[in-house]
């Protein structure tokens, strides 16, 4: 069976891939609503039952969709880098990133799914499932929009103009420490003024999507599924994500499925990497 071109996901078959983050974000509501146990990973960060549902959705779905495609899940045991350092195509799933911000029952967790081309997101959608919303980018397309019972809008990044004066930052709710906010300064003193709106999970890289902030520095620890889905919106509406040193950001290059600290911006055509000040270097005890 030949798999789906990647236009056809993004066209005609849309619509199916729609409806199963709507029904992972179902499986999700089901358990939020509900006295849910909280169990632990190996890497000490939360699991709930919503995850393992909203996982099986997906990957059922997927395999259905497209069987020939494989499939990366934060929920499922990783396939060794020899194996799967060969695929130049595939999916890349997160069935609930903001594992805390659904533990704290503020909303901002969301339902991810990528598909990966060379090394890059082309196509990603972005399930906010309280909030009953799916964001989607097709970046070659160059189109992204979210999704709500009203209706479809279409996203376009915040354009950074050179005279512009107030720079709008988005941070972590959960993830921050003092090198961040010795950063969070140095930016500070590169423009007149700076606004900063905390949000959670794949939430971040939407809002600079929406036009709702331009700019997003993570210094600290994520995953390539934590930000693959969202980076497809956030490039397809015009942004960008790049490494400390100016290069983009890439995935399934290495064993690990870390990512390096990234700058992730909604004008991806404004000077960010000659305007902004160095990450200060870590500091090891």
Request: aromatic share 8%; with cysteine.
């Amino acid at each position: 069976m030949n798999s789906p071109t990647t236009p056809s996901l993004a066209g005609e078959l849309n619509s199916e891939l729609m409806d199963i983050v709507r029904r992972a974000g179902d499986e999700i509501l089901k358990v939020y609503d509900s006295d849910f146990a909280v169990q632990t990973k190996q890497d000490h960060s939360p699991l709930t039952e919503a995850d393992l549902a909203a996982h099986a959705v997906i990957a059922d779905g997927l395999q259905r969709l497209a069987p020939d495609i494989p499939i990366i899940s934060e929920e499922s045991a990783l396939p060794d880098f020899s194996e799967r350092g060969l695929w130049s195509r595939y999916w890349l799933v997160d069935p609930l990133d903001g594992t805390k911000e659904f533990v704290n029952r503020n909303g901002e967790f969301t339902v991810n799914i990528a598909l990966i081309e060379n090394h890059a997101p082309v196509l990603g959608w972005v399930g906010v499932p309280v909030q009953g919303q799916i964001y989607f980018g097709d970046v070659a397309a160059g189109a992204a929009w979210v999704e709500n019972a009203q209706g479809r809008t279409m996203l376009h990044g915040k354009r950074r103009l050179e005279e512009a004066a107030e720079l709008t930052v988005v941070a972590s709710r959960n993830h921050g420490g003092e090198r961040l906010e010795r950063y969070l300064d140095l930016i500070g003193e590169q423009f007149p003024a700076m606004l900063r709106r905390p949000v959670g999970s794949s939430l971040k890289l939407c809002a600079l999507a929406a036009g709702e902030a331009d700019i997003y520095p993570r210094l600290g620890p994520t995953s390539e599924w934590d930000i693959g889905a969202a980076q497809a919106v956030l490039c397809a509406a015009g942004g960008r994500v790049f490494c400390g040193d100016g290069t983009a950001l890439s995935y399934n290059r290495k064993e690990s499925i870390l990512n390096p600290e990234f700058i992730a911006v909604a004008d991806a055509l404004f000077p960010w990497p000659q305007v902004l000040p160095p990450i200060p270097p870590q500091v090891h005890n």
